[in-house]
């Protein structure tokens, strides 16, 4: 194990960082590093096998870095190769080290926010063709009725600095009104992709004022206290300075750029190669 070991953050681009802004606000203490996979981003419409390779590719890269624990801060790729990771790479590729998503924290809790049963989840093409919501919620709150739909422009507009701008309306009231029009019963509505919470402003906006709208930051931050809580063997590990470093797969000036709109404050950041 190496002098630093810090808990990886990992997101296909620069969704993951409303999570990992979350987690550092609940949990500053630890040493923190982040990846963002850009250049081979979006991962939302990819295969699964496309994804696992991918999302593989960036796991090997934070052992290498020294980190023990990583947190797959992407829907997508906690929907489409986490388990894989879990059962089938990490038995002989780390078997000491752990990497955890996104998706079963959430669906843990989600169904305790509504009142009538009816949950909507709102999430990448990936995401929602996984129905990995669907199966988790199912597991902990077997009597809530999922409904989806999937949103494939707005992580382009979000990325293209576009959230904010007139244009952005139309897609986001296109995509609630479909969901909703799938039962007048839905009361909350989960942002499955983590790029989404950019657009809270806007989604408030074209929705009914009892229908809650829950992003995963928070919930995401308060399910790793408790696992750390309740594994000191893997928290005894973690080092604790307090440091953040931040990387990308792809050109790090325009990363930085983004990065500081998603984290909240300005971010600086170094080139990565995951694939070699």
Not at 243 to 271: E, K, L, N
Request: hydrophobic share 35%; proline share 6%.
């Amino acid at each position: 194990m190496q002098a630093t070991s810090p808990i990886g953050i990992f997101d296909s681009g620069y969704g993951g960082l409303t999570v990992f802004r979350a987690i550092r606000d609940l949990l500053p203490q630890y040493d923190y590093l982040y990846l963002g996979d850009n250049a081979r981003a979006p991962y939302g419409n990819r295969s699964f096998e496309t994804v696992h390779e991918y999302t593989l590719e960036c796991v090997q890269w934070f052992f290498k870095m020294g980190c023990q624990l990583v947190i797959l801060a992407c829907n997508t790729a906690s929907a489409k190769a986490l388990r894989t990771i879990q059962q089938q790479n990490l038995p002989s590729l780390a078997p000491d080290r752990r990497v955890l998503g996104v998706i079963r924290p959430t669906a843990e809790v989600i169904g305790s926010y509504s009142q009538t049963g009816h949950v909507g989840v709102l999430g990448t093409r990936g995401t929602v063709s996984s129905g990995s919501y669907v199966i988790e919620i199912e597991k902990f709150a077997p009597g809530v009725t999922v409904h989806q739909r999937c949103c494939p422009m707005w992580v382009p507009l979000i990325e293209n600095g576009e959230h904010d701008s007139p244009g952005a309306d139309y897609f986001v009231k296109k995509y609630l009104d479909e969901l909703l029009s799938q039962s007048p019963d839905i009361d909350t509505i989960l942002l499955a992709c983590t790029h989404y919470p950019l657009l809270m402003e806007k989604i408030r906006t074209y929705l009914p004022p009892h229908i809650r709208t829950v992003a995963q930051g928070d919930i995401v931050a308060r399910s790793l206290c408790d696992y750390l809580q309740r594994h000191p063997e893997m928290e005894s590990r973690l080092s604790r300075s307090g440091t953040i470093s931040f990387y990308t797969t792809d050109d790090t000036a325009g990363f930085m750029d983004q990065a500081s709109i998603f984290f909240g404050q300005p971010v600086r950041a170094s080139h990565a190669e995951v694939d070699e």
